[in-house]
């Protein structure tokens, strides 16, 4: 049986982490009050500055960061990763180490305790040295496990108040004239259409005249006019819009690019971590003195049996995290994947999921559920997928030479996704 013992900061992050997940709150929202207390956003500890400039902000390609932000930008990353696959990184931990020390000495120096009326009338005020009190309650209701209605009511309220809109400014003759993208307006549509209209030819289409510096119209033209006025100003309000959607959807395309980049990395580096402890273990010796010569054989045996199942567990969790990263880097949006041409069934190892398998019919896959701790009497030709959140080294030992799909977590899409684009190879 393997044992391990969590740090403090790990169960800080995984009480975080799972708060958020099992009670569908938004990530950043959650995380914003958790993070960003006095010590984390008023940044002075150098060493977490150097974590998030050396470390972070190189692997994600983030130039001149805030380094607030990045710290946020941070645990989002780390969130996201164990929203799919339920673990901690093993490098890159350094920066969770550091802000639960610097979040918890500012929780636990508050100079009062924040009820949930206090911290839903306050207005949070960011430049204070003092922890907030909407940031106290947040963690104070996470830490321990409770208040998740007053908690969402508090979430909900702290973006109501940044989604205040601001008052659309009147519509102004100016869009023709000088003052609102004149010349966007002129390139656009007088250049476009009317390059060769004289004064004489204009007058004639608007039914105007001139008299000194004055343009006159009939007063039933007046609507008319005006109409044509909110047209372009919608038309050239629309264009603005596109173009920022464009913009916007350029600049995830980029951040998808990066974040990509450093979630490879830091998967990556769990794999050298697993690699680094197969060659100690690999490499070691151990020396056991015996009372008898009697014993020598049998203690031997004993620890040579020992020594193959470290090293046969260490490989296999080695591989396990090598196809998570290849699964991981060859995975698509999962609307862009398409059913299986005909049915399908595999032979899942893992617990029972009755919600994951009804959502694997939609791309025909069937599935026959295998127990993931008990060795099956036989197994069949058909695929197998190896859910390793709880399994038994027997189980593995009974299926290995087939060559199974190995996944974890319980994510409906993640492993959906996962499992057709293997049987599509």
């Keep these: 049986m393997k044992y391990k013992v969590l740090e403090p900061w790990e169960t800080f992050w995984k009480k975080i982490f799972d708060y958020i997940l099992s009670n569908k709150l938004e990530p950043y929202d959650a995380l914003f009050y958790v993070i960003f207390t006095p010590s984390v956003y008023h940044l002075t500890n150098k060493k977490l500055q150097r974590f998030l400039t050396d470390t972070i902000a190189k692997s994600y390609d983030i130039v ?17 990763l164990y929203a799919g ?22 929780y636990r120096n508050s100079h ?34 409770q208040d998740v209605e007053k908690v969402k009511r508090l979430l909900e309220k702290s973006l109501k108040e940044e989604q205040k809109e601001e008052e659309k400014p009147a519509i102004r003759l100016g869009v023709f004239y000088g003052n609102e993208n004149p010349d966007e307006f002129l390139n656009g549509a007088l250049k476009k259409w009317g390059a060769n209209a004289d004064e004489k030819t204009m007058l004639e289409q608007l039914g105007g005249r001139i008299e000194g510096e004055k343009l006159i119209f009939p007063s039933k033209a007046l609507p008319y006019l005006y109409a044509v006025l909110l047209y372009a ?6 264009k603005d819009e596109i173009m920022q959607q464009y913009n916007l959807l350029m600049e995830k395309f980029k951040q998808f690019e990066n974040q990509y980049k450093g979630d490879t990395k830091i998967m990556a580096d769990k794999i050298a971590d697993l690699q680094e402890k197969l060659t100690i273990a690999q490499n070691k010796k151990e020396v ?14 004993e620890i040579e049996a020992e020594y193959e199942s470290v090293i046969s567990s260490l490989k296999n969790e ?10 991981a880097s060859a995975s698509v949006r999962l609307d862009e994947v398409l059913a299986l041409p005909e049915l399908i069934t595999i032979q899942y190892f893992g617990l029972p999921n009755p919600a ?51 996944i974890t977590g319980s994510n409906r899409d993640i492993i959906s996704r996962k499992i057709v684009e293997w049987l599509k190879k």
């Design 85 to 106: 696959f339920y673990t901690l990184p093993a490098r890159n931990g350094d920066g969770l180490e550091i802000l639960y020390s610097l979040i918890m000495n500012d």
């Design 64 to 80: 001149a960061p805030e380094y607030a932000e990045l710290a946020l930008f941070y645990v989002l990353r780390i969130y996201d």
């Design 112 to 145: 009062k305790e924040y009820t949930f009326e206090e911290a839903f009338a306050h207005e949070v005020d960011m430049t204070s040295m003092e922890i907030t009190s909407r940031s106290w309650y947040i963690i104070h209701s996470i830490l321990m496990n």
């Design 288 to 301: 056991v003195y015996v009372d008898r010569v009697a014993n020598a054989d049998e203690i031997r045996k």
């Design 233 to 238: 100003e919608h038309a050239l309000s629309d």
């Design 356 to 406: 994951l398998f009804a959502y694997l019919l939609k791309y025909n896959i069937d599935v026959k559920q295998f127990s993931p701790i008990d060795p099956p009497a036989t197994v069949g030709n058909s695929p197998i997928v190896f859910n390793i959140d709880v399994a038994s080294h027997k189980v593995w030992e009974a299926i290995k030479d087939k060559k199974p799909l190995i």
């Design 318 to 327: 080695v591989e396990e995290w090598k196809q998570i990263a290849s699964q």
